[in-house]
Nanobody, 125 residues
Framework: QVQLEESGGGLVQAGGSLRLSCRVS????????VNWFRQTPGKERNFVAA????????YYVDSVKGRFTVSRDNAKNMVYLQMNILKPEDTARYYC??????????????????WGQGTQVSVMS
């Protein structure tokens, strides 16, 4: 089992920055990728960014490229999402998800086995 806990959300003005953190605990040796998703009320959860647990591969949805950066610290079992130049349309609840075991899919298409509870990000115009 793997447990995920997000933190770092909040209220920010448009153009501002936030850094989300995802604490990963439990059986991390089998992890393949950690993703960030976001969801607004009444809508589907959408992929935002991904990073593999070992190696240097990252992937972003087009709408956040150049503004968001995903990174990890394996020693601390942490994954981060640095969000810059935030826009009102980035307002959502952000979730981290983790996949155990490698799959032959692009990082953006990997469906997590585990999810955190999410952290709310609200961007004021």
């Amino acid at each position: 089992q793997v447990q995920l806990e997000e933190s770092g959300g909040g209220l920010v003005q448009a153009g501002g920055s936030l850094r989300l953190s995802c604490r990963v605990s439990g059986r991390t040796l089998d992890l393949y990728v950690v993703n960030w998703f976001r969801q607004t009320p009444g809508k589907e959860r959408n992929f935002v960014a991904a990073i593999n647990w070992s190696g240097d591969s990252t992937y972003y949805v087009d709408s956040v490229k150049g503004r968001f950066t995903v990174s990890r610290d394996n020693a601390k079992n942490m994954v981060y999402l640095q969000m810059n130049i935030l826009k009102p349309e980035d307002t959502a609840r952000y979730y981290c998800g983790a996949k155990a075991g490698e799959v032959a899919k692009p990082l953006s298409a990997v469906e997590p086995d585990y999810w955190g509870q999410g952290t709310q990000v609200s961007v004021m115009s």
